[in-house]
């Protein structure tokens, strides 16, 4: 069979590094280009041919359902299933076993909830079933791999091993890693242990080599993304809406910005770089925004600056504040002439005084 028509979603996970992005939201429903962002990985799913997606949940479980209900408005049948204790992405996978309905040989693709890709879906299952492996998986080449774990592949793109972060040069024999995305052939997945943690990624697929399993990377290096941290979340927002990263599910053309339609962007204000600027947000006279997302309802007033940055949900800027590479959770409250850059992170519902925080130029 060459077509998946079942996925799950493993969208557990706490986002913790996202922090304060995930106070309030699990990292998969943190608006991306106006929509949450597995809304863009449930409309690729769908556009590659999968009907029915098991989402695996855990923390803030509760506010997925309410918002997709049955997945009818996308297309698709979406089911729920929530961990009562985080169990990894093995467990995960495992856990939601009893709601796929494909017969022992079909093919289940496996999705993390973090990752925005430009993979090919279609040709990732083809190749699953033309190599006719236990477990495909999506491999990417990265310039730095020292942070991932290392896949690499013989000349036929069979996985030769599982390689732990490498820690030396001459640990590095390859620029493959594991991109987050995976086809299983359906019984595979009864062979994960149930009801207790297991990772996918360090005890699954080594344990599968090691029994003599066929493991099958391919590899596509299209456009790939973890949005873990609060920068690699804007970035990734920002290139749905220039186009760099494909999704049926921006609402609206892809250009420089995107402004949702209850927004109020004064006349001269500047928006630029793929800026989002979300429900009921007010963009006052001589702003400029770059690079940015700005959630609902927020206030960026006149004269201020921000760029790479993330306004959360009912925030609000000051007049004249400078923000470069910053995060401002849901509710805060950043006074007038403030500089805030390079990483800083004011909590929900913080209050900055005005003229409070400024970096010179020589820290």
Same mark, same amino acid.
């Given at each position: 069979?060459?077509?998946?028509?079942?996925?799950?979603?493993?969208?557990? @996970?706490?986002? #913790?590094?996202?922090?304060?992005? =995930?106070?309030?939201?699990?990292?998969?429903?943190?608006?991306?280009? +106006?929509?949450?962002?597995?809304?863009? &990985?449930?409309? $690729?799913?769908?556009?590659?041919?999968?009907?029915? !997606?098991?989402?695996? #949940?855990?923390?803030?479980?509760?506010?997925?359902?309410?918002?997709?209900?049955?997945?009818?408005?996308?297309?698709?049948? !979406?089911?729920?299933?929530?961990?009562?204790?985080?169990? @990894?992405?093995?467990?995960?996978?495992?856990? %939601?076993?009893?709601?796929?309905?494909?017969?022992?040989?079909?093919?289940?693709?496996?999705?993390?909830?973090? !990752?925005?890709?430009?993979?090919?879906?279609?040709?990732?299952?083809?190749?699953?079933?033309?190599?006719?492996?236990?477990?495909?998986?999506?491999?990417?080449?990265?310039?730095?791999?020292?942070?991932? @774990?290392?896949?690499?592949?013989?000349?036929? @793109?069979?996985? #030769?091993?599982?390689?732990?972060?490498?820690?030396?040069?001459?640990?590095?024999?390859?620029? &493959?890693?594991?991109? +987050?995305?995976?086809?299983? $052939?359906?019984?595979?997945?009864?062979?994960?242990?149930?009801?207790?943690?297991?990772? %996918?990624? $360090?005890? =699954?697929?080594?344990?599968?080599?090691?029994?003599?399993?066929?493991? &099958? +990377?391919?590899?596509?290096?299209?456009?790939?993304?973890?949005?873990?941290?609060?920068?690699?979340?804007?970035?990734?927002?920002?290139?749905?809406?220039?186009?760099?990263?494909?999704?049926?599910?921006?609402?609206?053309?892809?250009?420089?910005?995107?402004?949702?339609? =209850?927004?109020?962007?004064?006349?001269?204000?500047?928006?630029?770089?793929?800026?989002?600027?979300?429900?009921?947000?007010?963009?006052?006279?001589?702003?400029?925004? =770059?690079?940015? #997302?700005?959630?609902?309802?927020?206030?960026?007033?006149?004269?201020?600056?921000?760029?790479?940055?993330?306004?959360?949900?009912?925030?609000?800027?000051?007049?004249?504040?400078?923000?470069?590479?910053?995060?401002?959770?849901?509710?805060?409250?950043?006074?007038?002439?403030?500089?805030?850059?390079?990483?800083?992170?004011?909590?929900?519902?913080?209050?900055?005084?005005?003229?409070?925080? $400024?970096?010179?130029?020589? &820290?």
């Amino acid at each position: 069979m060459t077509e998946a028509r079942e996925a799950i979603l493993l969208v557990g @996970g706490k986002g #913790t590094r996202l922090r304060p992005l =995930t106070v309030h939201t699990p990292k998969p429903m943190v608006p991306a280009a +106006g929509v949450p962002f597995l809304t863009h &990985q449930l409309a $690729r799913a769908r556009a590659a041919g999968v009907e029915h !997606i098991v989402l695996a #949940t855990s923390y803030l479980a509760e506010v997925f359902e309410p918002y997709f209900g049955d997945g009818s408005s996308l297309g698709l049948s !979406i089911e729920y299933v929530t961990e009562d204790e985080p169990l @990894g992405t093995g467990g995960a996978i495992r856990n %939601v076993a009893s709601r796929l309905t494909s017969g022992p040989d079909e093919p289940v693709i496996v999705f993390n909830g973090d !990752i925005l890709t430009g993979l090919d879906i279609r040709a990732l299952v083809a190749a699953h079933a033309t190599s006719g492996a236990d477990v495909s998986l999506h491999l990417t080449r990265v310039e730095d791999p020292r942070a991932f @774990g290392l896949v690499p592949t013989d000349d036929t @793109g069979r996985v #030769t091993a599982f390689l732990e972060k490498p820690q030396t040069p001459e640990e590095i024999v390859t620029d &493959q890693i594991n991109a +987050g995305a995976y086809v299983f $052939r359906r019984s595979v997945v009864d062979t994960i242990p149930a009801g207790r943690p297991v990772s %996918v990624e $360090r005890e =699954t697929f080594p344990g599968l080599l090691a029994s003599g399993a066929h493991l &099958q +990377g391919m590899v596509d290096s299209t456009y790939w993304l973890d949005l873990g941290t609060p920068q690699a979340f804007v970035r990734g927002s920002a290139d749905l809406v220039l186009g760099r990263a494909p999704s049926p599910a921006v609402p609206g053309r892809c250009g420089d910005r995107l402004v949702l339609p =209850t927004a109020s962007v004064a006349a001269d204000a500047k928006l630029s770089g793929g800026t989002v600027v979300g429900e009921g947000a007010v963009i006052g006279e001589g702003a400029r925004i =770059t690079g940015s #997302t700005v959630l609902d309802g927020a206030v960026v007033e006149p004269g201020a600056v921000v760029t790479d940055s993330l306004i959360g949900a009912g925030a609000r800027i000051g007049s004249r504040s400078v923000l470069t590479g910053a995060v401002v959770g849901d509710g805060a409250h950043v006074g007038a002439d403030n500089e805030l850059r390079d990483g800083i992170r004011i909590w929900c519902g913080a209050v900055l005084p005005d003229a409070s925080v $400024r970096f010179s130029s020589d &820290q």
